[in-house]
């Protein structure tokens, strides 16, 4: 092959390499495809419902603890130790130590402890013949052997048993106290209040 036709090929290899490049830069580049997905909501995915505020537990003050400062709590209270300031709770008090400030909870009871403050219960309160509270009380119903100084509010039942001693007033919607206790006050029932009740001896005047 001579110079002339060596030439001649040389052109047609370059040509046809250069209509090869215009072919692949015109030819659109291949995407990804992205796989078909499932709306989330067509799912049977169980919702765990978020609690607001997990439950109350129980509460201990053992015996040896001093707290100086208010008590608050949610749930029962169980204290058997000494606290100095006011107990409140949304739960029952069961009471086994010594607080000196109020009381407020649902069910109050005293075994072998004492208070010196006032007591608020929106259940029953219940005080054992080594219990002495001095302060005043309100409740709904209320069981009592031990020893109170101060005036009482019961809308319910008042039972004082047999080694009950109380020096104050007491007004309740039914009382029934027991031979041998010890009352050093007005006493009275809701039921026979001078606003309420009509007078029995008008008829004698």
């Given amino acids: 092959m001579n110079n002339k036709e060596n030439f001649s090929q040389a052109v047609k290899d370059l040509l046809a390499s250069d209509a090869e490049a215009a072919a692949q830069q015109s030819s659109p580049a ?10 989330l909501h067509q799912y049977n995915i169980p919702v765990t419902k978020i609690v607001d505020e997990a439950p109350a537990g129980v509460s201990t003050i053992a015996a ?29 008090v069961t009471m086994g130590g010594k607080v000196i400030g109020n009381i407020t909870g649902k069910d109050v009871n005293f075994t ?3 208070v010196k403050g ?9 005080l054992d013949e080594k219990s002495t509270v001095v302060g005043d009380i309100t409740s709904v119903m209320m ?27 007491v007004c309740a919607g039914s009382l029934v106290i027991e031979e041998g206790a010890r009352i050093k006050g007005d006493v009275s029932t809701s039921n026979n209040s001078t606003g309420d009740m009509e ?3 008008k008829d004698l005047q």
């Fill in 112 to 114: 072998k402890s004492s």
């Fill in 30 to 39: 291949s995407k990804p495809v992205a796989a078909p997905t499932t709306p």
């Fill in 199 to 201: 007078d029995p001896f």
């Fill in 143 to 169: 069981s009592c052997n031990g020893r109170i100084k101060g005036n009482l509010k019961i809308e319910g039942k008042a039972h004082f048993l047999n080694e009950t001693i109380l020096v104050g007033n």
């Fill in 64 to 92: 040896g603890t001093l707290i100086v400062g208010e008590v608050h709590s949610k749930g029962d209270l169980n204290l058997f130790g000494d606290v100095q300031g006011n107990v409140e709770t949304k739960g029952n």
């Fill in 118 to 126: 006032n007591i608020s219960a929106s259940g029953s309160v219940q």
